[in-house]
């Protein structure tokens, strides 16, 4: 079917002479969709990755562009932990690196949308000088359970903790005048079978939780593209679905950007235009075939064609391609490593420091155990990976930060991985390239490190220090054996480690270099302290070292609940890892080819802390080098919902910075609703010992409501709300009430 698309562009290059220079410009968008013929516009909306449009290696995705209209090809690659390009090119002797981020779960825990909008700054300027026009993140589905493989790109369990920070983000990325791209839209937050899984949910499950955090990341970060997921909702393809991307997206959010398909190529390509689908990607031959054959026969009008092409044209003249700026192909890593390092350091989770373990003493010797202190993981595997030009190791970043290593040991673990990396680089040994640019088979296992020198060892270092990785990514969904719980080798180097060091009296450290939740209970007490810097992008393993050394306070925070065991999440019933599979009447698989949500909106501390669910490590902990102490606040209501700040108070003997989480407890009547939920979120500055900040919220009503779906509307009830100011879910510090007199309504459309 080339010669069609062929004939179109020849088409386009016969009439140029005729129509004269009619050329797109920010102004006329108008005037070019009336000109275009229906053909062009059936090409404008099916992306391609014929070489013409394919720029270069790394190319997720183009729009093909229509020369006679002066409309350009544009193109789109990934993200979210940084710009995901392969550095080599057929064409070139130079190199195309990019930086390695933190992953979306480790920037999130920084809980600083300012923080936030920095780091997605420089990664917008590498989308930038390196050519493309969109990018493909933020990633920000809801982390449903603790199993799904790509919940290390998405950022929490919480939608408005999400919502806030992808809007963050895509502010950041599009400073910089290139496309941010809000996905998976929506609820695809599984991997298995994660292009024909039917997601069934509720309404109220749906509009609070799966579809808040994209309205609030669409409202507050204006994204000028969102890609539609594959899966299905409530039985119909999230693309096809004029519920999803027309009446809710559209109508009710204002969404006034493009939408894409995720990269397949369903049939119901004409279905997913008229739904308000406006560009298919990647594109293929047959998808254009099918646009051009309901063009002719008049299944999709000259209207919805329009529609979706105004769509295309008003991203197209905002990309740079259009503009032809002409980028450097030279951003300044540099600068962005340096960056990369920072938000990674005021991202890390501290979960445990027993009897003041950390900081650790300047130049102390350290035994570092586990594979993954030399195998360090950046970023997790799929289409989230970045290829970083290096990623930063625990050996390099303590050796640097001029601790002493037993050098037996890291010789022995360099050397493992060393060769691990050389057998499995021997030529046809796997997919290169699904090995380097997408991460696929790279994890070294840990090697049945022998102990028998752990008595000297122990002997020789101040401190141990294990380290547990994980990778995980696009694709699967992790297992609970040998994944979410520690393998055999996990556990038998904490035991044995801790074992030995404490009866010499000395400390273990653990780092938990990890893409998602893990078991915690089982060997938490053994050690004397847990730093959690999930996948940190390639400077990560500096900025653990920062930590370590105390030159970063950390001030992360949980975004996901640490479960005593996974199977406590109310999701865990309907989840593919957990073995409850079964057929439905109508032979479907149960959590492959349907996955009910029978959990609703009980999703992470929602469920947790209203049934008083114990857990290892609770939604919004973290720990400081000092301590904080919050006065008592103010609490206002005003004519639209409430005003309140709180007085934070350095009262310890280090500066550092403090998140104050803000929850409400709605009057209890009406509506079940979870006892408290978060409603704003603030950072500090770095306080030194014994100052302090005042850190002011302004909730408007609205997001006070719940969604009643008897009425499909959203409502704040009237009544008495307890405000409560924690340092996690569970731990408040501080709390307030104000009335809402009179009860309040939003309605919206009953679809879904
Ligand atoms: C993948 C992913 C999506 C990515 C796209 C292009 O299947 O689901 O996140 O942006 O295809 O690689």
């Keep these: 079917m080339i010669k069609k698309v062929l004939s179109v562009i020849a088409m386009s290059l016969v009439a140029v002479m005729s129509f004269g220079q009619l050329r797109l410009r920010p102004d006329n968008i108008e005037e070019i969709v009336k000109a275009m013929t229906d053909e062009e ?22 729009v093909r562009g229509i020369p006679r209209l002066g409309i350009p090809a544009t193109i789109s690659c990934d993200g979210p932990a940084g710009l995901h390009f392969y550095p080599l090119r057929d064409n070139s002797d130079d190199t195309f690196y990019c930086t390695a981020f933190p992953v979306g779960t480790l920037s999130a825990s920084s809980w600083d949308p300012d923080l936030m909008e920095l780091m997605a700054g420089a990664m917008g300027d590498e989308v930038h ?66 292009t024909e899984n039917d997601a069934r949910i509720d309404q109220r499950a749906l509009r609070e939780i799966y579809l808040k955090n994209f309205e609030i990341a669409i409202k507050e970060g204006h994204p000028g593209a ?97 503009q032809e700026y002409k980028f450097s192909n030279d951003p300044d890593l540099k600068s962005h490593a340096e960056l990369a390092r920072k938000v990674a350091g005021e991202s890390i989770v501290m979960l445990k420091n027993e009897g003041g373990t950390l900081p650790l003493r300047a130049g102390a010797k350290l035994a570092v155990y586990g594979v993954g202190s030399e195998d360090f993981v950046a970023v997790g595997i799929g289409s989230g990976h970045v290829v970083a030009k290096h990623v930063a190791n625990m050996r390099e970043s303590l050796t640097d930060a001029g601790f002493e290593l037993n050098q037996d040991l890291a010789g022995y673990y360099k050397a493992y991985v060393e060769l691990d990396h050389a057998t499995k680089r021997v030529a046809g040994a796997m997919d290169w ?38 990778d995980a990514g696009e694709g699967n969904d992790r297992s609970m054996i040998d994944d979410y719980e520690l393998t055999a080798r996990d556990r038998k180097l904490i035991r044995l480690v801790s074992d030995e060091y404490h009866a010499k009296g000395k400390k273990v450290v653990v780092i938990l270099n990890i893409g998602g939740v893990i078991e915690s209970v089982s060997w938490k007490n053994l050690v004397d302290a847990i730093l959690l810097p999930w996948q940190p992008g390639q400077e990560g393993a500096y900025a653990v070292a920062d930590v370590l050394t105390g030159k970063v306070n950390p001030s992360g925070k949980l975004t996901m609940t640490f479960p005593v065991d996974a199977l406590d999440h109310p ?24 996955t009910e949500y029978a959990e609703g909106i ?151």
């Excluded at 516009?41 to 183009?62: D, M, N, R, W």
């Excluded at 990325?173 to 809000?182: L, M, R, S, Y």
């Excluded at 309140?644 to 003997?653: F, H, P, Y």
């Excluded at 409502?715 to 709300?721: F, M, N, S």
């Design 41 to 62: 516009i059936a090409s404008l909306l099916v992306g391609s990755k014929e070489p013409e449009f394919y720029f270069f290696e790394g190319t997720a995705a183009g």
């Design 129 to 194: 000088e390196y050519g493309v026009d969109m990018f493909l993140g933020p990633g920000m589905n809801i982390h449903r359970s603790p199993l799904c493989g790509r919940n290390f790109e998405y950022f929490s369990e919480d939608p408005v903790l999400s919502g806030r920070m992808a809007a963050a983000y895509v502010r950041g990325i599009q400073n910089n005048g290139v496309t941010a791209t809000v996905k998976h839209y929506a609820a695809n937050n599984q991997e298995t079978n994660r």
């Design 226 to 322: 969102l890609m539609a997921s594959y899966n299905k909702l409530n039985g119909e393809y999230v693309q096809q679905s004029f519920d999803l991307l027309t009446t809710v997206l559209r109508d009710e959010w204002g969404y006034d950007g493009v939408v894409l398909t995720d990269h397949g190529a369903k049939e119901g390509t004409v279905k997913a235009a008229k739904a308000g689908c406006d560009l298919m990607q990647p594109g293929n031959e047959e998808e254009l075939e099918r646009m051009l054959d309901a063009v002719k026969k008049g299944t999709i009008t000259r209207a919805e064609l329009e529609r979706n092409a105004r769509h295309v044209l008003r991203y197209i003249v905002s990309t740079p391609r259009f």
């Design 433 to 470: 390239l699904m090995y380097e640019s997408w991460g696929y088979g790279k994890k070294v296992s840990e090697p049945d490190v022998p102990l028998n020198q752990l008595p000297q060892q122990a002997a020789e270092a101040d401190v141990a220090i294990v380290v547990i990785s994980r």
């Design 571 to 594: 999701s865990s019933a309907n989840f593919p890892a957990f073995p409850q599979r079964g057929e439905s009447e109508e032979g479907l698989r149960k959590n492959i080819d349907y």
């Design 602 to 752: 009980w999703v992470g501390y929602r469920h947790f802390t209203t049934r008083e669910v114990p857990v290892s490590y609770p939604f919004g902990y973290g720990l400081s080098y000092t301590t904080f102490q919050y006065s008592k606040p103010v609490v206002k209501a005003t004519a639209d919902g409430f005003t309140a700040s709180v007085t934070v108070t350095n009262t310890g003997s280090v500066a550092g910075k403090e998140v104050v989480e803000v929850y409400v407890s709605a009057p209890s009547g009406g509506l079940e609703k979870p006892s408290r939920e978060l409603k704003a979120f603030g950072k500090t500055k770095s306080l030194a010992p014994g100052e302090s900040q005042s850190l002011s919220f302004t909730v408007p009503a609205f997001d006070l409501a719940s969604f009643n779906e008897a009425v499909s509307a959203w409502e704040t009830a009237a009544g008495k709300y307890q405000v409560h100011f924690g340092s996690s879910v569970e731990d408040i510090r501080a709390t307030g009430s104000f009335k809402v007199k009179k009860a309040r309504f939003w309605e919206v459309h009953n679809v879904l």
